[in-house]
């Protein structure tokens, strides 16, 4: 897909697939019915890596880099990580509030020519259950990334065996790359 019909793309779907040794995940469009579309791209990120590091492809071919994102330091509780393209061109960035995320997770994300945009957890109480009860931790979760007061984009997760989000757009200038990557971030990620 180009990156001109990436950008035209208002919502998102992201699975989660099932594997032993990695985190994989595909990112489809949404048909007009609110179906799953066709894939927009297929990521992947080892598991136990020192220094995180998530590359995103065009599909699951793994042939064509699409963006990716990096740790900058190893095992920060509160790491940033570089969102690049294909060429290693910086897109934005992302990071995680540790302070804030003891109770409620909340993440940073920026991108040149933008406000910042924070996304917390919607529901305190969701939060407080999935982090004091160890049995709940399956529980969903959903994000609403603000900036000045205005919806930029939310990640909400799903009820299932296997990791599923719906990601709405609401700002027109945010490159869809860096929401993929953050949306990709908030499940493989969050638990750090």
Known sequence: MSPDNLQAQ??????????M??????VHS?????????????????????KEQVTIYTD???????????????LDLGATYDVTDHAGNPIGLFRKDF???LLRSTWHVEQPGLPPATGQ??????????RFVDSLS??????????GGQPVFSVDRKWGLRDRYNVEIQHPQIDR??????????DALQSR
């Open 138 to 147: 399956w529980l969903p979760y959903h994000f609403d990334f603000m900036a």
């Open 99 to 101: 302070a804030q995320s």
């Open 30 to 50: 949404v048909a007009p019915d609110g179906s799953e579309g066709g894939l927009l791209a297929f990521a992947q990120q080892k598991r136990l890596a020192f």
């Open 177 to 186: 790359r860096l929401v993929i990557a953050m949306a990709v971030g908030l």
């Open 121 to 130: 957890e919607r529901s305190l109480p969701v939060a407080l259950l999935r």
């Open 10 to 19: 208002h919502r998102f779907i992201i699975r989660q697939r099932l594997r």
């Open 60 to 74: 699951d071919s793994k042939q064509y880099p699409l963006l990716g994102f990096k740790a900058r330091q190893r």
């Open 21 to 26: 040794m990695v985190n994989q995940y595909e």
